[in-house]
């Protein structure tokens, strides 16, 4: 076991290991593979998007490129997240491409073993969230829903799509 | 990447050129009456891969090159006649010969027996006109021989020797002109020796310092023709007497001694050693002959030809253009800034920013213009895909290239390449009909297609002109019917038919043939053109041709902008697109039919569109009693953008919103301000479709409009 931990504070993804970023929306905890995450930033006016859903809030600019920010409260009960400073941005890279999004708060960082990570998707409190769980932690007696940001990502263009259709 | 590879590099691009040039002379020679000349060039450029080719030890590609190239100098020897057939095959050869770069340059071995056949054909045409290929047994090394012979051909020159008798008229001097330069200049052209004539020349107190008694003779050896040398008197032509004989013709191998024509006129800035003159009384000067060479020599070794271009990988651009586009930013930024200070202190600061946005100006022009091609670079590819379609079709088509000088951002020539292709290929095997049905109809055989690129308010503009059949629309939307593209109870309009020829998935041809006709085309062509932000126009005049028009953004990377405020959010209007912004009492505004608005300017009825209501913005100025709105013109449309306020007016750079985002109807892309937040770029055509649309929605005919 010690051996396994001073692999992973090297950060070598050898073993089984992984590491995964939690946040707060909505307070429930959720995280993404660490992999994922590129930077964390401070909440900023964004430009909104004509025409978009509602979940999408618009887009910044990070030092030179033009990224959008999606709300994940939006996104899983429908209601927009009353941003100030105190909230974050999590930049991503999905698939290519680099996104942000919106949660009340970052709270820690885990490292968990393969298989610690249950794969049962249907055990969230948000009926929205399901689509895009991954799978679930137990992690100091609460539940960590790690979420496919992929999946997510996929998901809102798609949706975004038929939404303006319909409009 | 090691030495050896940068050569290979180096061969590979080189290679490619070579190719391109020997296609394009291919495609333009005479078959009848060819040119000595294009010939030679053709075959040099074949003898120059091949001798490439040996350095690295392409084999295959030598052996290929080489029977090619023994054709070549087989006609260029006069010992076979040219043919269309052979030409054929040649630029047959030339794909052959692109395909082995291409695996050349990604170091796989080329795909067996690509070569076989055409080999085998060029071998056969060479026997058939009783020539031989004689195999060579040259082993290619780095100094490959025959590569050699071709540095050395270029000084292996016909040199002649004139003899030039030249007396000026005594007032020669009184039309500014002066003996000793046209000396001095002829002597730039060869190996001179003169003899001063001065027995005219009177006692020293006859003597009338403004007019001439000398005259000279001279001989030159020269590798020079007679015109030449004549061009060297052309100042003073009939103001003297001036006889050139030639003496003799003989081949030299010796160094020829011309010097180009620029030089001789002064480009270099060195003057060439003086000629010196030893005037004997009775006048026996000889030029030292070591001096003539000396100031000669200076000019051949000592100075390479003036480099009037430079390779440079695109990524070191791309990098700076990337560079200009941050700075314009920091700029904007700075200006933002400035206007937050007092202005005692701003005034001097103003003036030192406005001199900076000059140059900043500059500098971006300048580096946008390193990126700028001409047209010319996919134009050229075209006459031969006409070429090779048309005869596969038993048809008759001629390609007219009007304005290839026209440039053109690279990327975008890059992207306009398959659209052009594929639009082309469409014109000769839809457009233009077969021989006999054009002279049935009364149509000239040979069908015409005009290929033209012009600049335009900020925009180039690239016409396609057929002459053929035109788009059937009857046909079109029958099967656009038949394809469930369209309802069988459609009403639309005959412009909207012809539009229907880009519907994916649509195909007009009755077969698939290897031409077109797989239906899926057209609809990527208008995709690519909308991505390079371009517009699309189809003239379609039924039974005379057809006409495309595409209209694309002089660059990607940077435009002037207007920044417009609609309630709180700012949008960017492209400078170029706008004709004017006037205010407009609501009084003005006709509505035409329920919510269709439009305005009178200057007699043109001009629909309106509001930003606020088809982006549903909040809170706009727009209940307001007069309207301030944006005229703007997009592919010979108007329309007026009613917005609320006009923020003033900035370079933008261009950012790619769909890089990390969804398209965004009416958006073209985003830019980053002078505060460091994002604004949205407003797509004129696109926005002119969604008012159309929402009213259509509403159930509004726009025709009475």
């Given at each position: 076991m010690e051996n396994n931990e001073i692999e992973v504070l090297e950060g070598a993804s050898l073993s089984s290991n992984q590491q995964f970023l939690t946040f707060l929306v909505n307070k429930s905890i959720y995280a993404v593979n660490i992999m994922n995450v590129m930077e964390i930033r401070g909440w900023c006016e964004t430009t909104r998007i004509p025409n978009s859903a509602i979940y999408k809030r618009g887009v910044i600019n990070l030092r030179g490129f033009i990224i959008p920010i999606f709300d994940l409260k939006a996104r899983f009960v429908g209601e927009l997240t009353k941003a100030n400073e105190k909230n974050v941005v999590i930049v991503m890279s999905v698939r290519d491409k680099t996104i942000g999004i919106l949660v009340d708060a970052v709270s820690d960082i885990l490292t968990v073993e393969a298989d610690e990570i249950k794969t049962d998707p249907h055990h969230s409190n948000e009926k929205e969230v399901d689509a895009f769980v991954d799978g679930l932690i137990s992690h100091d007696g609460k539940m960590v829903i790690t979420l496919d940001i992929s999946k997510i990502f996929a998901e809102i263009t798609r949706e975004e799509n038929a939404l303006s259709d319909v409009k | 990447m090691s030495g050896f590879d940068?050569?290979?590099?180096?061969?590979?691009?080189?290679?490619?050129?070579?190719?391109?040039?020997?296609?394009?002379?291919?495609?333009a020679i005479d078959v009848d009456e060819p040119d000595n000349e294009e010939i030679n060039a053709i075959f040099r450029c074949a003898h120059s891969i091949k001798g490439g080719a040996g350095a690295f030890g392409f084999s295959r590609l030598i052996a290929f090159t080489h029977?090619?190239?023994?054709?070549?100098?087989?006609?260029?020897?006069?010992?076979?006649a040219l043919t269309r057939d052979i030409i054929d095959a040649l630029l047959e050869s030339v794909d052959v010969i692109s395909a082995f770069l291409a695996s050349a340059q990604s170091g796989e071995e080329a795909v067996e027996g690509i070569e076989d056949e055409l080999k085998a054909s060029l071998e056969n045409l060479n026997k058939v006109n009783g020539n031989?290929?004689?195999?060579?047994?040259?082993?290619?090394?780095?100094?490959?021989?025959?590569?050699?012979?071709?540095?050395?051909?270029?000084?292996?020159?016909?040199?002649?020797?004139?003899?030039?008798?030249?007396?000026?008229?005594?007032?020669?001097?009184?039309s500014g002109n002066e003996p000793l330069f046209i000396i001095k200049e002829l002597s730039r052209l060869g190996e001179m020796e003169y003899k001063t004539d001065i027995s005219k020349l009177p006692s020293l107190e006859g003597l009338d310092p403004l007019e001439c008694y000398?005259?000279?003779?001279?001989?030159?050896?020269?590798?020079?023709?007679?015109?030449?040398?004549?061009?060297?008197?052309?100042?003073?032509?009939?103001?003297?007497?001036?006889?050139?004989?030639?003496?003799?013709?003989?081949?030299?191998?010796?160094?020829?001694?011309?010097?180009?024509?620029e030089a001789a006129f002064g480009l270099f800035d060195d003057e060439p050693a003086p000629v010196k003159v030893e005037v004997t009384p009775k006048g026996q000067g000889v030029v030292s002959k070591p001096l003539v060479e000396k100031a000669i020599g200076n000019k051949n070794s000592g100075k390479a030809p003036a480099v009037s271009s430079l390779r440079v990988d695109i990524d070191k651009i791309d990098k700076m253009v990337n560079m200009v586009g941050e700075i314009v930013i920091t700029q904007a930024m700075i200006m933002q800034r400035l206007k937050e200070v007092p202005a005692e202190y701003s005034e001097s600061l103003n003036k030192g920013i406005d001199e900076l946005s000059r140059y900043t100006r500059d500098l971006?022009?300048?580096?946008?213009?390193?990126r700028m091609q001409p047209v010319k670079s996919v134009f050229s590819r075209l006459p031969r895909i006409v070429r090779d379609i048309s005869k596969k079709l038993g048809k008759k088509v001629n390609i007219i290239m009007q304005g290839e000088s026209t440039e053109i951002d690279k990327t975008v020539i890059e992207q306009l390449a398959d659209p052009l292709v594929h639009m082309i290929r469409n014109s000769v095997d839809h457009g233009i009909e077969s021989?006999?049905?054009?002279?049935?109809?009364?149509?000239p055989e040979e069908g015409t297609i005009v290929l033209s690129?012009?600049?335009?308010?900020?925009?180039?503009?690239?016409?396609?002109?057929?002459?053929?059949?035109?788009?059937?629309?009857?046909?079109?939307?029958?099967?656009?019917?038949?394809?469930g593209i369209i309802a069988e109870d459609a009403n639309i309009s005959n412009e909207e038919i012809d539009l229907l020829i880009f519907a994916p998935g649509f195909s007009t041809a009755a077969e698939v043939t290897d031409v077109s006709g797989r239906g899926v085309g057209m609809d990527v062509v208008r995709k690519n053109i909308k991505d390079l932000g371009g517009d699309f126009e189809v003239d379609n005049r039924p039974g005379e041709g057809l006409t495309f028009l595409i209209s694309l953004p002089l660059t990607l990377a940077i435009l002037d902008g207007m920044i417009i405020a609609v309630g709180q959010e700012k949008y960017i209007i492209p400078i170029n697109s706008i004709i004017e912004t006037m205010q407009v009492s609501r009084s003005e505004i006709n509505n035409v039919k329920g919510n269709d608005s439009v305005i009178n300017v200057r007699g043109e009825f001009i629909p309106l569109v509001s930003l606020s209501a088809i982006f549903d913005v909040q809170n706009t100025a727009e209940e307001s009693s007069k309207l301030l709105v944006v005229l703007v013109e997009y592919a010979r449309n108007k329309l007026g953008i009613i917005v609320d306020e006009l923020l003033g007016q900035q370079q933008v750079v261009i950012k790619n919103l769909e890089e990390n985002s969804d398209p965004v109807e009416g958006i073209s892309g985003a830019t980053i301000l002078g505060d460091g937040n994002v604004s949205l770029i407003l797509d004129i055509a696109q926005i002119s479709k969604m008012q159309a649309a929402n009213k259509r929605a509403l159930g509004i005919d726009k025709k009475v409009a």
């Amino acid at each position: 076991m010690e051996n396994n931990e001073i692999e992973v504070l090297e950060g070598a993804s050898l073993s089984s290991n992984q590491q995964f970023l939690t946040f707060l929306v909505n307070k429930s905890i959720y995280a993404v593979n660490i992999m994922n995450v590129m930077e964390i930033r401070g909440w900023c006016e964004t430009t909104r998007i004509p025409n978009s859903a509602i979940y999408k809030r618009g887009v910044i600019n990070l030092r030179g490129f033009i990224i959008p920010i999606f709300d994940l409260k939006a996104r899983f009960v429908g209601e927009l997240t009353k941003a100030n400073e105190k909230n974050v941005v999590i930049v991503m890279s999905v698939r290519d491409k680099t996104i942000g999004i919106l949660v009340d708060a970052v709270s820690d960082i885990l490292t968990v073993e393969a298989d610690e990570i249950k794969t049962d998707p249907h055990h969230s409190n948000e009926k929205e969230v399901d689509a895009f769980v991954d799978g679930l932690i137990s992690h100091d007696g609460k539940m960590v829903i790690t979420l496919d940001i992929s999946k997510i990502f996929a998901e809102i263009t798609r949706e975004e799509n038929a939404l303006s259709d319909v409009k | 990447m090691s030495g050896f590879d940068q050569f290979k590099e180096v061969f590979i691009t080189e290679a490619y050129e070579l190719l391109d040039e020997m296609e394009q002379k291919l495609l333009a020679i005479d078959v009848d009456e060819p040119d000595n000349e294009e010939i030679n060039a053709i075959f040099r450029c074949a003898h120059s891969i091949k001798g490439g080719a040996g350095a690295f030890g392409f084999s295959r590609l030598i052996a290929f090159t080489h029977v090619a190239e023994f054709l070549l100098d087989a006609i260029r020897n006069h010992q076979i006649a040219l043919t269309r057939d052979i030409i054929d095959a040649l630029l047959e050869s030339v794909d052959v010969i692109s395909a082995f770069l291409a695996s050349a340059q990604s170091g796989e071995e080329a795909v067996e027996g690509i070569e076989d056949e055409l080999k085998a054909s060029l071998e056969n045409l060479n026997k058939v006109n009783g020539n031989d290929v004689v195999e060579e047994e040259d082993e290619y090394g780095i100094f490959d021989e025959a590569a050699l012979d071709e540095v050395f051909a270029s000084n292996k020159r016909v040199v002649r020797k004139f003899s030039i008798f030249f007396k000026p008229e005594k007032d020669l001097f009184l039309s500014g002109n002066e003996p000793l330069f046209i000396i001095k200049e002829l002597s730039r052209l060869g190996e001179m020796e003169y003899k001063t004539d001065i027995s005219k020349l009177p006692s020293l107190e006859g003597l009338d310092p403004l007019e001439c008694y000398i005259s000279w003779n001279i001989s030159i050896t020269t590798d020079q023709d007679i015109s030449r040398i004549k061009e060297v008197f052309e100042f003073v032509e009939g103001e003297c007497q001036l006889d050139i004989e030639l003496l003799e013709e003989l081949q030299d191998n010796s160094v020829a001694t011309a010097v180009d024509d620029e030089a001789a006129f002064g480009l270099f800035d060195d003057e060439p050693a003086p000629v010196k003159v030893e005037v004997t009384p009775k006048g026996q000067g000889v030029v030292s002959k070591p001096l003539v060479e000396k100031a000669i020599g200076n000019k051949n070794s000592g100075k390479a030809p003036a480099v009037s271009s430079l390779r440079v990988d695109i990524d070191k651009i791309d990098k700076m253009v990337n560079m200009v586009g941050e700075i314009v930013i920091t700029q904007a930024m700075i200006m933002q800034r400035l206007k937050e200070v007092p202005a005692e202190y701003s005034e001097s600061l103003n003036k030192g920013i406005d001199e900076l946005s000059r140059y900043t100006r500059d500098l971006q022009e300048a580096v946008m213009s390193v990126r700028m091609q001409p047209v010319k670079s996919v134009f050229s590819r075209l006459p031969r895909i006409v070429r090779d379609i048309s005869k596969k079709l038993g048809k008759k088509v001629n390609i007219i290239m009007q304005g290839e000088s026209t440039e053109i951002d690279k990327t975008v020539i890059e992207q306009l390449a398959d659209p052009l292709v594929h639009m082309i290929r469409n014109s000769v095997d839809h457009g233009i009909e077969s021989p006999q049905k054009r002279l049935e109809k009364g149509k000239p055989e040979e069908g015409t297609i005009v290929l033209s690129a012009d600049n335009s308010g900020g925009r180039i503009l690239i016409e396609i002109k057929d002459d053929g059949a035109g788009i059937n629309r009857e046909k079109v939307k029958q099967i656009a019917i038949e394809k469930g593209i369209i309802a069988e109870d459609a009403n639309i309009s005959n412009e909207e038919i012809d539009l229907l020829i880009f519907a994916p998935g649509f195909s007009t041809a009755a077969e698939v043939t290897d031409v077109s006709g797989r239906g899926v085309g057209m609809d990527v062509v208008r995709k690519n053109i909308k991505d390079l932000g371009g517009d699309f126009e189809v003239d379609n005049r039924p039974g005379e041709g057809l006409t495309f028009l595409i209209s694309l953004p002089l660059t990607l990377a940077i435009l002037d902008g207007m920044i417009i405020a609609v309630g709180q959010e700012k949008y960017i209007i492209p400078i170029n697109s706008i004709i004017e912004t006037m205010q407009v009492s609501r009084s003005e505004i006709n509505n035409v039919k329920g919510n269709d608005s439009v305005i009178n300017v200057r007699g043109e009825f001009i629909p309106l569109v509001s930003l606020s209501a088809i982006f549903d913005v909040q809170n706009t100025a727009e209940e307001s009693s007069k309207l301030l709105v944006v005229l703007v013109e997009y592919a010979r449309n108007k329309l007026g953008i009613i917005v609320d306020e006009l923020l003033g007016q900035q370079q933008v750079v261009i950012k790619n919103l769909e890089e990390n985002s969804d398209p965004v109807e009416g958006i073209s892309g985003a830019t980053i301000l002078g505060d460091g937040n994002v604004s949205l770029i407003l797509d004129i055509a696109q926005i002119s479709k969604m008012q159309a649309a929402n009213k259509r929605a509403l159930g509004i005919d726009k025709k009475v409009a």
